[in-house]
């Protein structure tokens, strides 16, 4: 759904609900709008990626080996903030 949604207000609140609710299968959209140009998309990404918590290190850390090195940044600085 997520990956569907053009909307950037639908598509913030949409990233908060699966972000609290820890919707797995959505895990890899977050990730990915954690680089997104959009700013407020960025931080709403930011936001659902940490109210998962520790848990989604690994998945951070398997998305900053795969990322371009200038958007590795991004998912370096959210691990530094969960550990």
Partial sequence: ???LET???VALGLMASL???RHEPSLPSLLE???DRDHRIRQGAH???R???RDVIPALRHAAKRARPDRRPAYEALIA???
């Fill in 1 to 3: 759904m997520l990956e």
């Fill in 19 to 21: 972000g609290h609710g």
């Fill in 33 to 35: 709008r954690l680089v």
């Fill in 7 to 9: 909307r950037r207000d």
């Fill in 51 to 53: 109210a998962w918590g």
């Fill in 47 to 49: 936001a659902a990626l």
């Fill in 81 to 83: 903030e969960l550990a």
